[in-house]
């Protein structure tokens, strides 16, 4: 049996284009990966980034689980601290009511934003996730329906009742959420193309850690990558250069829409600027399918990893199609 590949969808907005054409993409590439074969297909939680439309994924899952018909359609993810646990969980059951087993809930604990509009969407000055383990312990009870004798929340249902909360991941870049899926019994899902350091240890401390629960009696493991694959090394280097310019707005505290190659040809950069490029590059698969397809294997190898989700950012629609499309190929997915 071959890896299992999945997708990561940010829903990114290109120079030159409308946030519709965004979410319109969005659903033609997850109906080509439903017909693929790729397994599940995850929509991210981003806000004040112009150039990521994805700010609602429960609204994004509703409409991909409804233009597909096979992919397991899931949050990568719901960012919890700007959300109630009880809502996430009712919205959550009310999905998996409306397209029975084919809903993921992925979890992260990060705002996906800055601090002032993190505040914004919880106007709370305290710090963001660092009731994050209370939280998701509040989302599982909900999910339950199971709290102690003594907590307020007792009495409270997440409607619909009848319906279960679907499978639960928690997302991270670092060894604390790790462990934290380990000790609640999650599927973990590890951000590689956010932090390409700590894969390994993190994700040999969350087998070494994890312990069976109601919701998962085995560990569960993914890997997000960035991928940017072509028909040759050229055409995937030249695509790659939106992603350099985008990443080194997004750090200097101007994010943009995604840039077309070409302008990012054109920008002038510093030393500096390049330096930082070498290194963003390290966490980045560019190449044929072969050569991705090769370092891929072998990351799986040395993190143990069940699965790998695979995120590309391209400013032509076609040809971020088209590298979906090698990498199925290269991997011999099933056509459905």
């Known amino acids: 049996m071959g890896l299992t590949l999945s997708v990561l969808d940010l829903c990114p907005r ?8 965004a979410v319109q993409n969005t659903l033609d590439l997850a109906r080509l990966c439903d017909q693929l074969g790729y397994e599940r297909y995850w929509l991210a939680e981003h806000h004040n ?16 689980a409804r233009e597909t018909k096979h992919l397991r359609v899931g ?17 959550f059951k009310l999905l998996n009511a409306l397209f029975p087993d084919r809903i993921d809930l992925g979890l992260g604990r990060a705002p996906g934003t800055d601090p002032w509009t993190a505040q914004a969407l919880r106007k709370s000055k305290t ?16 999910g339950s329906g199971e709290f102690p ?9 997440a409607v619909p009742t009848d319906v279960e909360l679907p499978p639960v991941w ?13 000790k609640v019994g999650l599927s973990f899902a590890f951000a590689h193309h956010i932090n390409d350091h700590d894969a390994i240890p993190a994700m040999q401390a969350y087998r070494n850690e994890f312990k069976p629960s109601q919701w998962l009696q085995e560990p569960r493991s993914l890997l997000t990558v960035s991928v940017i ?7 995937a280097e030249h695509h790659a250069k939106s992603l350099d310019l985008t990443f080194l707005r997004l750090v200097s505290g101007k994010p943009g829409l995604l840039p077309s190659p070409e302008e990012a040809m054109a920008y002038e950069y510093s030393s500096d600027d390049r330096l930082f490029i070498g290194s963003f590059r390290s966490r980045l698969f560019v190449g044929t399918p072969e050569r991705v397809k090769e370092r891929i294997l072998h990351l799986v190898e ?8 695979i995120n590309t950012m391209i400013h032509s629609h076609q040809a971020r199609r088209r590298s979906y499309e090698l990498l199925a190929e290269a991997f011999g997915l099933a056509k459905r």
Do not use: W
Request: hydrophobic share 40%; aromatic share 4%.
């Open 14 to 21: 290109v120079s030159g284009s409308t946030a519709s054409d």
């Open 49 to 64: 980034m112009p150039g990521i439309a994805s700010t609602a994924p429960d609204i994004m899952i509703g409409q991909v």
């Open 75 to 91: 949050s990568g993810g719901v960012m919890l601290p700007n959300h109630a646990p009880l809502k996430v969980a009712e919205n």
């Open 127 to 142: 710090d963001i996730g660092q009731d994050f383990p209370e939280q998701l312990i509040e989302l599982l009870s909900f």
């Open 149 to 157: 004798d003594d907590h307020p929340y007792r009495n409270i249902k």
């Open 170 to 182: 928690l997302l991270g870049s670092s060894d604390f959420s790790a462990v934290l899926a380990a």
């Open 229 to 235: 694959c072509a028909e040759t090394e050229e055409e």
């Open 302 to 309: 040395q993190t143990d990893a069940d699965e790998v989700m």
